[in-house]
C-alpha cells in the first residue's frame, strides 16, 4: 500500500528531524528540503502529496516557494501547509491569499497539524480518513 | 536657525496691534520673514501654503474666538511653534493655550522687541526639542517592537524543537517510557507551553501599545464561545477539584465579536479564576443582558478565591501587574494577560473592569456589542432616507458529502463566504454574517437590491461559481433559491428604521428556520 508522501521543507535540522520522526510514526512517507530553491526543485521532481513549508528560508522564502508553486501548472494542485515561527496577524492572510491550504505558527499542536494534513491531501488516501 | 531668513506668520485683524507687532519684529532682527493674516481662515491657509518657522497668534478673530481658534491652528500646524498675543483683560485665555501646547503668550502692547525676540526664539527652540523627543520616542517604540517581533521568533524555533521532542518521547514513538520519567516529561511540556504563552503575550502587549493589535468582528454566538472555553479549560479545573460551570441566561445572544481574541480573553479570565481559587471552590460563568445598556451583552466570570486587595484593583489591568501574594502551585506570569484582555476588549468597543471583596473571591466583568441585524441592514436596504422598491432573499445552503471535520468544513464555509462575496454588488447586497447554530450544514444570506428577477440573475451567477470551485466541489454539495422579501406596507408617519427593523426581524425568521431544519 503507498503512503501519502510529504515534502518538508525547514532550515532547521533539529525540527526537520522532529517533523520526520512524527509524521513517518503517523505512516507518511518524508522527504525534505533546507532551502526554497530545492524545495521547489524536489517538488518538480517527486511530486509530493503535500508539502510543509517554513517561511523564513534560505535561497528563496516560503513566500517565493509558494509563488514558483502556484505558476506551475503541474505544482499548483500539491496542497501547502504552512508551518512557521512567524506571527499570525501578519503572515496567516498572506500565505493563505498565495495559495496555503493552512497556516500553523511553532510550536505547533501535533494533533491540529496532524489532522489538517489529513482533511487537506487530497481525498481517497487509504488512511486520509483513520485516525492517527 | 537656518541660514535662510526664518518667515513669521503674524495673524492679528486690529491693524494698529498688526503694525506694532511689525515694527517690534523689525527692531528685534531685521533678517525675518514676516507674513500677515487679519482672520484664521487666511491665516490658516497660508499655514498650509509655506509652514512657517512660528506663529503669532491672536486668539479673538473675526472668524473665531478664543481656545477655539488656537485649537484650529493645532490641528493645521502640529509641530509649528505658537506664540499667543493676548489683550490686556483676556490673559486667561491665553494661560489656557498654553495649557493646550502654545509656547508662550506676549500682552499685546506690553513688550518690547528683545522681549519678543526672545519669547519667538525660546519658543522655537522649545518646540524643535518637542519635535525631536517626539520622533525618537516614535523610534523607540518602533525599535521595541522589531525588537520583540525578532526576539519572539526566534524563541519559537528552539521551544519548538523542545515541543516536538518531548511530545515524541511522551507519545512512545522512541520507546516505552516509565512512569516516573512520563510525569517528569510531563512536567517540562507544562513549562514548554508556559513559556509558548509568555512569548505570544509579549508581542501582544507590545502591539497592543502601539496601537497595531488587530481584531476580525463577526456575528458569532456568545454561548458557543463561552462553552468553548469552558472545555478547554475544564482539565484544569478538575486537577484543582474546582467546579467549573456555564450559566447561559436564557438563548445566548449574538454578539459582533472576534471569536479567536474574545475566545483568548476567556481564556485568560478562566485560567486566573481557577489560580486564584482554593480546591473545593468554584468558578461560575453567566451571560446575561442588562436593560441599563441594551446594546451590550455581559460576560461574568466569578469565583470563590481570595479576592482582590481594595488597593490593587485600579492596577490588575496594568502592564506587568503580578500579585504581590506567592501563590502555592502555581507561577506567576508576565503580568500582560489582564492588559491584553482588556486592549482587545477595548477594541470591540466594550468594557471589562472587576469587583471583589478580599476573602470571597471576585468576579471579572465583560461587555461586548450585541448584534443587530438592523443596524447591518439598513445602509443597504434604504436609499436617501427611504426603503428600497424591491429586495430579496438568496439562500446558498452548503451540504457536505459525508463527514467533514471541523477545520475543513470551516474553511470550506470560508471558501464559499469568499465566493459569495465576489458574486454581490457590495453596495447594495448583503451577505449576512454566520448566524448558524452547530451543524453540519452552512446556510448563507444574501439581501440584494433587487426584485425576483434579478435575484435569479444574481442565483445563476452563484450556481456557475460554487460549479467552478474545484476545492468546494470535493467536499460538499449545494443548493442555491431566491425569494422576493415582501416589503413592510408604507404607513403614513411609519419610521423607515421600524421597517428596516420588521425586515431584520423577517430574515432572522428564515435563519432561524434554516437553522431547525437541520437539526
Same mark, same amino acid.
Given at each position: 500500500m503507498t503512503k501519502p508522501r510529504i515534502l518538508i521543507v525547514d532550515d532547521d535540522p533539529d525540527l526537520r528531524r522532529g517533523l520526520n520522526l512524527r509524521l513517518r510514526a503517523n505512516h507518511y512517507e518524508t522527504s525534505y528540503a533546507t532551502d526554497g530553491f530545492s524545495a521547489v526543485a524536489l517538488a518538480y521532481k517527486e511530486? @509530493? *502529496? !503535500?508539502i510543509i513549508l517554513d !517561511? &523564513? !528560508? @534560505?535561497? &528563496? *522564502?516560503g513566500f517565493v516557494v509558494l509563488e514558483r508553486l502556484q505558476q506551475s501548472a503541474n505544482l499548483s494542485c500539491i496542497p501547502v501547509i504552512v508551518l512557521t515561527?512567524? *506571527? @499570525?496577524?501578519?503572515n496567516r492572510e498572506k500565505t493563505l491569499k498565495a495559495g496555503a491550504s493552512a497556516f500553523f505558527q511553532k510550536p505547533v499542536d501535533n494533533g491540529k497539524l496532524l489532522s489538517a494534513i489529513r482533511t487537506t491531501l487530497a481525498p481517497g488516501w487509504p488512511g486520509t480518513n483513520s485516525s492517527a | 536657525m537656518s541660514n535662510q531668513p526664518p518667515h513669521v506668520l503674524l495673524i492679528e485683524d486690529n491693524q494698529g496691534d498688526a503694525d506694532l507687532v511689525r515694527l517690534r519684529l523689525v527692531e528685534a532682527n531685521s533678517d525675518l520673514h514676516v507674513s500677515c493674516a487679519d482672520r484664521l481662515s487666511s491665516g490658516l491657509a497660508s499655514l498650509t501654503e509655506e509652514p512657517p518657522a512660528l506663529v503669532l497668534l491672536d486668539l479673538n478673530l473675526p472668524d473665531s474666538k478664543g481656545a477655539e481658534t488656537f485649537r484650529k491652528v493645532l490641528q493645521k500646524a502640529a509641530g509649528v511653534p505658537v506664540v499667543v498675543l493676548s489683550g490686556r483683560d483676556d490673559e486667561q485665555l491665553a494661560v489656557n493655550a498654553v495649557h493646550q501646547g502654545a509656547q508662550d503668550f506676549l500682552v499685546k502692547g506690553a513688550f518690547d522687541s528683545k522681549q519678543l525676540a526672545r519669547a519667538m526664539r525660546y519658543a522655537i527652540e522649545r518646540q524643535a526639542l518637542l519635535t525631536s523627543l517626539d520622533i525618537s520616542r516614535k523610534q523607540q517604540l518602533q525599535f521595541k517592537d522589531q525588537f520583540l517581533s525578532h526576539v519572539s521568533h526566534e524563541l519559537r524555533t528552539p521551544l519548538s524543537c523542545i515541543h516536538q521532542f518531548v511530545t515524541i518521547l511522551l507519545d512512545e514513538l522512541a520507546g516505552p517510557v516509565p512512569p516516573e520519567q512520563r510525569e517528569h516529561l510531563e512536567t517540562v511540556l507544562r513549562s514548554v507551553n508556559q513559556l509558548r504563552t509568555m512569548i505570544g503575550d509579549l508581542l501582544e502587549a507590545t502591539r497592543a501599545e502601539s496601537g497595531k493589535l488587530q481584531i476580525k468582528p463577526r456575528c458569532v454566538a456568545l454561548g458557543n464561545l463561552i462553552e468553548q472555553a469552558a472545555g478547554m479549560m475544564r482539565a484544569a479545573a478538575q486537577a484543582k477539584k474546582i467546579d467549573l460551570q456555564v450559566a447561559l441566561d436564557g438563548q445566548s445572544p449574538a454578539v459582533i465579536a472576534d471569536p479567536e481574541r474574545i475566545l483568548q480573553v476567556l481564556l485568560n479570565l478562566l485560567d486566573n479564576a481557577i489560580k486564584f481559587t482554593p480546591a473545593e471552590g468554584s468558578v461560575v460563568v453567566r451571560a446575561h443582558r442588562a436593560e441599563t445598556e441594551p446594546n451590550f451583552a455581559y460576560v461574568a466570570v466569578t469565583d470563590t478565591g481570595r479576592g482582590i486587595p481594595p488597593e490593587s484593583k485600579a492596577l490588575i489591568?496594568?502592564?506587568?501587574?503580578?500579585?504581590a501574594q506567592v501563590i502555592e502551585n502555581s507561577r506567576k506570569g508576565l503580568g500582560l494577560g489582564l492588559y491584553i484582555a482588556r486592549e482587545i476588549v477595548r477594541l470591540h468597543g466594550g468594557q471589562i473592569w472587576a469587583e471583589s471583596q478580599p476573602g470571597q473571591g471576585s468576579t471579572f466583568t465583560l461587555t461586548l456589542p450585541l448584534f443587530s441585524l438592523g443596524k447591518l441592514l439598513a445602509p443597504v436596504i434604504t436609499e436617501q432616507g427611504r426603503l428600497r422598491d424591491a429586495l430579496a432573499l438568496v439562500k446558498v445552503a452548503l451540504i457536505p458529502k459525508g463527514a467533514l471535520e471541523a477545520a475543513s468544513a470551516g474553511e470550506a464555509g470560508q471558501r464559499c463566504r469568499e465566493l459569495l462575496q465576489a458574486c454581490i454588488l457590495p453596495a447594495k447586497d448583503l451577505l449576512l454574517p454566520d448566524m448558524r447554530a452547530a451543524g453540519p450544514n452552512q446556510l448563507f444570506l444574501i439581501v440584494a437590491s433587487t426584485d425576483a428577477a434579478g435575484a435569479e440573475v444574481l442565483s445563476k451567477r452563484i450556481r456557475e461559481q460554487l460549479e467552478n470551485c474545484v476545492e468546494l466541489k470535493a467536499s460538499t454539495s449545494f443548493t442555491v433559491s431566491a425569494e422576493a422579501l415582501s416589503l413592510p406596507a408604507p404607513q403614513d408617519g411609519k419610521p423607515v428604521t421600524a421597517m428596516v427593523e420588521e425586515i431584520a426581524d423577517r430574515i432572522t425568521e428564515v435563519a432561524r428556520a434554516g437553522n431547525m431544519r437541520r437539526a
Open positions: 511530486r @509530493p *502529496d !503535500l !517561511l &523564513g !528560508l @534560505p535561497a &528563496g *522564502d515561527a512567524r *506571527d @499570525p496577524q501578519s | 489591568f496594568e502592564r506587568l501587574y503580578q500579585d
